[in-house]
């Protein structure tokens, strides 16, 4: 596939579309809200109720911190999250063209104890919980129970997890709905990632310790969100939100 070989060989063939910058967003209190803005581009907020921080803090980004302990998996779904339309970011997309998505984080928030977890996924929506396409399978605490954000059953969990993410990135081939997914422990700045993409590593969509692609090729780009959460009893905080066409279809 010429979209994934593009990865060792750096940025050639891609079109950024948008960086949505949450450091630059004026401090604000998100926790009664449905929804704002980032950068102009509408965000959905849910279960900001649930949160003792939600919402931009006017320097490090947009920070969404539960309450206690709170849950974001196939079976129950009430920690507070933050989406954007991938549609809001992706304009001009012929049909069949790839496309990258890439959500950058600073130091987790409290992450310190087992179930604490973090992470983005792509999905068609953040309040139902069978319904997403691309399933987180790992966390950024070591050796500790990965069902707080993955959910699944006991039989497909795992303790391998991977430490520190910083950045995901989904490369999403729009013509079949598969997805790759990569990570960074590298912190990313304020700049796109794709002229770096062969620093990358690869979550084998095969290798269930880490991720779940079972519903990827459900896929759709003009009603799939990007989804930002924390699960247990923790926070993140979102730094960055970026979009990219491939080529051509």
Partial sequence: MKLLASLASGSAGWESTVTLDCTAEGSADWTGSSSDTIGGV?????????????????????????????????????????????????????????VGLCVDFATPVDHTTAQDSYGATVEADPT??????????????????????SGGSASDDSTTEVSDIRRMLFIIDTATGYTAVYFSTSAGGSAPPWASLGSWTRLDAGDQTRLRTDNAAQFDITTDVVTMAPASDCGITVTHIHAARYGSA
Avoid: E, H
């Fill in 42 to 98: 509408a965000c959905t907020i849910t279960n900001g109720a649930n949160a003792s921080t939600f919402g931009p803090d006017g320097s490090t980004g947009i920070v969404i911190r539960t309450d206690g302990v709170r849950a974001w998996n196939a079976t129950t779904r009430n920690a507070p999250c933050l989406s954007v339309a991938v549609a809001a970011m992706l304009t001009d997309v012929a049909a069949g063209q790839k």
């Fill in 128 to 149: 139902d919980a069978a319904a997403w396409g691309v399933r987180l399978r790992y966390q950024g605490n070591d050796a500790v129970d990965s069902q707080a954000l």
